[in-house]
Nanobody, 124 residues
């Protein structure tokens, strides 16, 4: 049974940093493309960042480029999202997702497994 468990969310001031983690069980990160998505109140879930199976390709949503970094530790089977220079508009529930493919995708419909989400709140 596949399980993705996010952690690391919280309340932070504008300009602060957080590191989200997503511990995976029931699958091997080295064989899956992974992604981070977020959903703000009243909005649709949107793509944030993705990483292919080898970790060599990491496309980002334009609004987070240069501030967020996606990475993974295949030995520990954990996906990360380092978030720096946080802004109030980054406030959302953040979800990690796994795709049964080695190729990344920015489309949430392409992902097969989802975590329960972790709340990130950035105060102004």
């Amino acid at each position: 049974q596949v399980q993705l468990v996010e952690a690391g969310g919280g309340l932070v001031q504008t300009g602060g940093s957080l590191r989200l983690s997503c511990a995976a069980s029931g699958l091997t990160l080295s064989s899956y493309a992974m992604g981070w998505f977020r959903q703000a109140p009243g909005k649709e879930r949107e793509y944030v960042a993705a990483i292919n199976w080898s970790g060599t390709y990491t496309p980002y949503q334009d609004s987070v480029k240069g501030r967020f970094t996606i990475s993974k530790d295949n030995a520990k089977n954990i996906l990360y999202l380092q978030m720096n220079s946080l802004k109030p508009e980054d406030t959302a529930v953040y979800y990690c997702a796994a795709r049964s493919s080695s190729i990344h995708s920015i489309d949430r419909a392409d992902y097969d497994y989802w975590g329960q989400g972790t709340q990130v709140t950035v105060s102004s």
